[in-house]
């Protein structure tokens, strides 16, 4: 793989960054791989064509992919109450839910009316507790101290949300009675034959060797990798 005009390796040293894969797609298949610098800051292990980094937001995406193949399947509506297929947890109704109802679609596009806490959803943390997705959602939770609720009428305003994407994803296991990344696995991961990705919140020390970690944009490692 040929880069034409851009010096990676300057890029990373003025952004930052410690570690990066680069992949090239060709006519639906991967054709190029290239790697640079290092999975952890001061480290001696390298990024290589097996290392896993975290995916972040998008997890967004797939989780996209999933609603939309459940809706295929019928098992969800686009445009109905999301309280109706909702079991473990459902949206508070209060005044700005009174005309309008979240829908899935609402979800999806982030025009939920749904508004993240400041502070919420930071860096997950391996070395403390890991909450359920309803006790996120209830405010009960280090990464979320603030119930969620409808903040603006939906489709009213955009408001970019992990919280819209939690209740996503406590929908999904809900209408399919297993856990989130179960059903990604069955969905995505094993039909693509993706062996190195995975969504469990946990990580064995065989694991490890091949995660990169996390660090934060002055390329300093956070808490807890």
Not at 21 to 34: N, P
Request: with cysteine; aromatic share 8%.
């Amino acid at each position: 793989m040929k880069l034409k005009n851009i010096k990676i390796e300057e890029r990373m040293e003025h952004y930052n960054v410690n570690g990066l894969s680069i992949a090239l797609f060709e006519g639906g298949q991967i054709s190029a791989t290239e790697n640079y610098g290092l999975l952890e800051v001061n480290g001696d292990r390298k990024v290589n064509d097996d290392s896993i980094f975290s995916a972040c937001s998008i997890s967004k995406f797939l989780t996209g992919i999933i609603a939309i193949k459940l809706l295929e399947e019928e098992h969800l509506d686009l445009d109905e109450n999301v309280n109706e297929r909702l079991v473990t947890w459902k949206v508070p109704e209060n005044e700005y839910t009174k005309n309008k109802k979240v829908t899935l679609r609402n979800l999806l596009s982030h025009q939920s009316g749904i508004k993240d806490p400041e502070g919420s959803f930071l860096e997950l943390n391996s070395d403390i507790y890991f909450p359920s997705m309803v006790e996120l959602l209830e405010g009960n939770s280090h990464y979320c101290k603030v119930p969620i609720e409808v903040q603006f009428e939906p489709e009213s305003e955009f408001h970019y949300s992990d919280a819209g994407y939690c209740i996503i994803q406590q929908l999904i296991e809900d209408v399919t009675k297993k856990q989130f990344y179960q059903v990604v696995n069955e969905f995505i991961f094993e039909p693509l034959g993706m062996k190195n990705s995975q969504l469990n919140t946990t990580m064995s020390e065989v694991d490890r060797d091949n995660f990169s970690c996390g660090h934060n944009k002055n390329g300093e490692i956070v808490d807890g990798k």
